[in-house]
């Protein structure tokens, strides 16, 4: 049984409101009160996923000149950087929770990424 679920359409519909998330979450929940950064790193990184998601070739793209898999190497890149950055930049309390969410989230998705069967080559 494959448990890889995520395809590329539903991660492409997952990708604005995470974008959004990204950008709108620090001012809901008041991050940045252990360290700013804490609310930077999260609206810059919504706002280049936005911008990621807008310019990947995949069915919410707007302009697809990115490769769907480049997507997913950011993607997981994001993920290990949130779940560092609490570590290394001294994150406490909803702070330090927000990334690590954000990036066991991220790494899920990633891993549960569903290849896409191969097309058929022409002879």
């Not at 702070?95 to 989230?105: K, P």
Request: charged share 10%.
């Amino acid at each position: 049984m494959n448990i890889r679920f995520v395809t590329k359409n539903i991660h492409a519909y997952l990708d604005y409101p995470v974008a959004l998330g990204l950008i709108g979450l620090p001012v809901v929940l008041n991050l940045g009160q252990s360290n700013p950064l804490a609310f930077w790193l999260s609206v810059v990184t919504g706002v280049a996923a936005l911008i990621l998601t807008m310019l990947t070739d995949h069915e919410t793209g707007l302009i697809r000149v990115v490769p769907y898999s480049f997507h997913l190497i950011v993607d997981f890149a994001v993920g290990v950087v949130f779940l560092a950055a609490p570590f290394v930049l001294g994150f406490k309390g909803i702070d330090f929770a927000y990334y690590v969410v954000n990036a066991l989230a991220v790494l899920t998705v990633v891993s549960l990424h569903k290849p896409e069967a191969a097309e058929p080559q022409a002879a």
